[in-house]
């Protein structure tokens, strides 16, 4: 069986900012079709690299989705070629009640997949004219998801911490959401759970100090204790 | 209670006045995070044109002059908000500094260029005879001008709000205000959003030119700028990138002007706003509307 053709090819990603370099030549491929993940410790450039994909922050370097440059592009140009942002912070509009934040991600002509977003977070049919700023971090993350799968023409889903200060159970479901929108976009997962990111990744992309140091298959990584310490800085062995 | 209806009114008026400047500057702050010190000049240039258009149908019922005046007032407002935002403001985004110094600029040219093109002195604009008259409420002869003015500022107000609350790009603007990145991460050209809330405040400032002409009864070249102060005061009480909470400043703010000035020394109506402003500051730094920025 051939290998899934490359969806995202990053090459030589340069990101400045004041006077620090975070990223310092990142290059990596993501295969389509499943969760790549993008490890490391805090501070890395992992965050960085997805706002650097999605051009949020200037940067030098080649990002190449389905063979075409992105690069040139505007935020909002990049995002209507298939490329949906979950971001660390959730960034929901706190203002806009939740019904309104996912109809500002409704995209003109792209198939809206509502019933797929209510499917996997019905609490949002039952709290659509909740202001967005009252509802609790789980549904503010399921909020940032939703948004993100809304668009059926989204091609990769850029999705950074999604599990950052939830509650076991919480994390639970959002967990089985990812699985789910595995399902229909390819996904480039941040994540610092490690049994979380194990449980939910194929291919790993590590981070250190802006430079990418492991690239190869998650089992590989995390069933080595010496390469998991080595790249992630902990006994990441064996994390389930 | 006479004195009372006539200052509440006229202060009312006052502040409607206030509100159509204000409602443009605060969205424009809120989403684009431009302090747009060009807006008197929307006012000043759009009250002028206005005057100028009727003059031209010199011939036609003062009803139909005014009109034209105020029709051309507000498209003439619009495009010029919109031309500055294209030509100046853009390519100045995130350069605050650049951004103060050209709007600035622009004010001051532009009330130099009217000043030489009209001269210094005040122009009375051709109003219609019911305009000229008065009302009666609880026993106060209300001038005609202070109800029209609110009720242009009531329909504006009515219309943004629908507007924000009714419409894609109201939609867009709301989330802009709150966070401008993400809503560029949704896919939006967060840019068109930008224009046309420059073309809707240039126009809602043009349409406080001519009704500041209807309401002091003539234009002049200084009135945008001193106006414009009240604005910005009246924008940062009601809460930046809150239109409602322009409106209640601007209510609040007319109606004290007013009374302070009837009632106290000459000059202590204008000094009590800048004293609420103050307060306003120290107590609810994000004002009415309690916005964090």
């Known amino acids: 069986m051939s290998a899934p053709a490359t969806l995202l090819a990053v090459r030589d990603l340069n990101v400045y900012l004041a006077e620090s370099h975070i990223l310092q030549g990142v290059s990596f491929d993501v295969r389509a079709g499943g969760i790549t993940g993008l490890l490391g410790r805090n501070g890395v450039g992992k965050t960085t690299t997805l706002r650097g994909i999605l051009g949020l922050v200037p940067r030098t370097g080649s990002v190449v989705l389905e063979g075409a440059e992105t690069t040139k592009l505007a935020v909002h140009e990049i995002v209507r070629r298939g490329v949906a942002y979950v971001p660390e912070d959730r960034d929901v509009f706190a203002g806009l009640t939740v019904e309104e934040n996912l109809r500002l991600a409704e995209r003109a002509g792209a198939p809206l997949r509502y019933d797929l977003v209510y499917e996997l977070f019905p609490e949002l049919e039952q709290r659509a004219a909740q202001k967005a700023g009252t509802l609790s971090g789980g549904q503010q993350q399921m909020v940032a998801l939703a948004r993100a799968l809304l668009n059926g023409d989204n091609r990769i889903l850029l999705v950074d911490e999604p599990t950052k200060g939830l509650a076991p159970l919480v994390v639970r479901h959002v967990v089985e959401a990812l699985r789910r929108a595995a399902e229909v976009a390819t996904i480039l997962l941040v994540e610092q759970n490690l049994s979380v990111a194990h449980s939910l990744v194929r291919d790993v992309i590590v981070l250190d100090q802006g430079r990418v140091s492991f690239i190869g298959d998650v089992d590989q990584l995390m069933g080595d204790a010496a390469l998991a310490r080595r790249h992630l800085g902990l006994a990441a062995a064996g994390s389930h | ?293």
Not at chain 2, 132 to 155: D, H, Q, S
Not at chain 2, 213 to 229: E, H, V
């Open chain 2, 1 to 293: 209670m006479t004195t009372i209806a006539l200052l509440l009114i006229t202060g009312l008026g006052l502040g409607a006045l206030y509100f159509l400047i204000a409602a443009g500057l605060s969205l424009i702050w809120g989403l684009m995070r431009v302090l747009n010190f060009a807006h008197g000049a929307f006012f000043t240039v759009a009250a002028y044109a206005g005057w100028s258009a009727s003059g031209l149908v010199g011939g036609a019922s003062p009803e139909l002059q005014w009109l034209v005046a105020v029709a051309v007032a507000v498209v003439v407002g619009g495009a010029f908000a919109t031309l500055t935002e294209v030509v100046l403001i853009r390519p100045l985004y995130a350069r605050h500094v650049g951004q103060v110094l050209v709007t600035v600029g622009l004010a001051l040219a532009t009330i130099s260029l009217v000043q030489g093109g009209f001269g210094s002195d005040p122009k009375r604009l051709a109003l219609p005879a019911w305009m000229t008259g008065t009302t009666t409420i609880v026993g106060a002869n209300i001038p005609n001008t202070r109800l029209l003015v609110i009720a242009f500022a009531l329909a504006v107000f009515a219309l943004l709000i629908f507007f924000l609350r009714r419409t894609r790009f109201g939609l867009i603007v709301r989330a802009g205000v709150e966070n401008r990145a993400m809503v560029q991460a949704l896919g939006i050209d967060v840019q068109r959003a930008f224009t046309l809330v420059f073309a809707i405040g240039g126009m809602a400032a043009g349409l406080a030119g001519i009704l500041a002409g209807t309401y002091y009864g003539t234009i002049d070249p200084g009135r945008g700028t001193s106006m414009l102060i009240f604005a910005f005061i009246v924008v940062i009480i009601g809460g930046l990138g809150s239109v409602t909470g322009s409106a209640v400043a601007a209510i609040v703010v007319g109606v004290l002007q007013q009374f302070l000035n009837f009632y106290g020394a000459a000059g202590v109506g204008d000094f009590s706003v800048v004293l609420l402003l103050a307060i306003v500051l120290l107590v609810r730094p994000g004002g009415f509307s309690g916005a964090s920025t």
